[in-house]
């Protein structure tokens, strides 16, 4: 455990049930990161709280923002080190404010994106990239970058049965079209097989990957099926490979082996790694469940699942949860619906990163839907669904000795 000074004045932000926006607390602890004060994320102390070196600075952000926190003298901090030492908790040292990124198409988007609205609300700084940008390597330059919405299969999603005679689906279509022949390539599916290609390099090159909803899936999809054409002629104009289940290739993704594609392009599943039927089936008054690690002796998934409380309201998403046999054994599962066979977030090493994946769209919304209204955080600030992704957002921040699995 981390030997600290207990004579300095500490600001300690709680983030158990007391907490007034825990989803602006992650903010504050950024902003200290950003400040060049060194954050303690004390993990399973009351609902995994942050503690750092008072000052009027803090204080005054945090009030500003809606933050409960309070400070500590010596003697009290001395008790929090005792206390965590005696029972399943950790101090772990967050030193650095990671630089994010968020790969999203450029113009205007007809959904929302949970992390975006995330970290706009925690009021946490971060880039845009989409596909020309990544191609030229500028992945370097970020710590940690997340995907959403993204097909990287090239087939815009699957929303061929419902949406091919929309203005934005058509609009979709020609845009990546565009830019796959502006970067020499013939085919969509090539292009995102490129970009997908780029994103392992920068995971095992060191970096942090988050995934949601559609992007999990399809990326193992674009790794699994490289140089093969599961493409029907709907999204790219030729005719697929007959023999393509048989082809595919396990051993390069990042998470999920032995599934099976699904071709037909009026079907919104791209495989049955995806649990969305039966989640639909059982409705919003569904809950997962977060799993308890050790603090000691695993702080990267107790990091990744701190809380103030273990059930979460279920949500849906274009993939909504992964099968359970459909994961590989190396994988860390740290939620899942009891009783199913659907898990909802899970970790894993890749190189010298990682990479963390979380089923579904909107944590406040069982059933976004295209063109849904845009969720409103200021009505969600407590959400334990949003707290989920926020540590995402710190945990390339925790010193590296941490973070060995």
Not at 18 to 46: C, F, M, P, S
Not at 50 to 65: C, H, Q, V, Y
Request: glycine share 6%; aromatic share 12%.
């Amino acid at each position: 455990m981390l030997v600290a000074s207990v004579s300095a004045e500490k600001m300690l932000i709680y983030m158990d049930l007391a907490q007034i926006d825990h989803l602006k607390a992650y903010g504050i602890a950024y902003y200290a990161l950003q400040e060049g004060t060194n954050v303690e994320w004390l993990l399973n102390y009351r609902g995994g709280a942050f503690m750092m070196d008072a000052s009027p600075e803090l204080e005054r952000t945090a009030k500003l923002r809606g933050v409960a926190y309070s400070l500590l003298g010596g003697s009290q901090v001395a008790l929090v080190y005792a206390e965590i030492e005696q029972n399943n908790m950790e101090v772990v040292l967050l030193e650095k404010a990671p630089s994010l990124a968020v790969y999203v198409p450029p113009g205007e988007s007809h959904w929302d994106d949970a992390v975006c609205l995330a970290l706009d609300y925690a009021e946490i700084p971060y880039t845009k990239v989409w596909d020309e940008e990544v191609l030229a390597g500028a992945l370097e330059q970020y710590d940690w970058l997340h995907l959403h919405h993204e097909d990287f299969t090239g087939q815009y999603g699957k929303f061929y049965a419902m949406y091919r005679n929309t203005d934005w689906y058509q609009n979709d279509v020609r845009t990546n079209e565009k830019m796959a022949k502006k970067l020499g390539l013939k085919k969509v599916s090539q292009l995102k097989l490129s970009i997908a290609k780029k994103i392992k390099e920068y995971v095992a090159n060191g970096g942090f990957l988050f995934a949601m909803c559609s992007a999990p899936i399809t990326l193992d999809i674009a790794f699994a099926g490289e140089g093969v054409d599961f493409v029907p002629a709907e999204f790219d104009g030729d005719p697929i490979d007959p023999e393509f289940q048989q082809k595919v290739d396990f051993q390069k993704t990042f998470a999920f082996e032995n599934f099976n594609l699904i071709i037909d392009p009026f079907s919104y599943e791209h495989s049955d790694i995806d649990t969305s039927p039966e989640s639909h089936q059982r409705g919003p008054n569904t809950y997962f469940t977060l799993f308890d690690f050790s603090a000691k002796f695993d702080p990267v998934p107790t990091m990744l699942t701190q809380n103030h409380v273990a059930l979460i309201n279920c949500f849906m998403g274009q993939d909504t949860g992964f099968r359970r046999e459909k994961i590989k054994k190396n994988i860390v599962i740290m939620a899942e619906v009891e009783g199913t066979d659907e898990v909802k977030y899970l970790h894993g090493n890749f190189g010298r990163g990682t990479f963390t994946f979380y089923g579904g769209h909107d944590p406040e919304d069982f059933e976004h839907r295209v063109d849904d209204p845009w969720t409103k955080l200021e009505l969600h600030k407590n959400s334990p669904g949003y707290r989920l992704i926020l540590n995402n957002i710190l945990f390339p921040a925790a010193k590296k000795k941490e973070l060995k699995t």
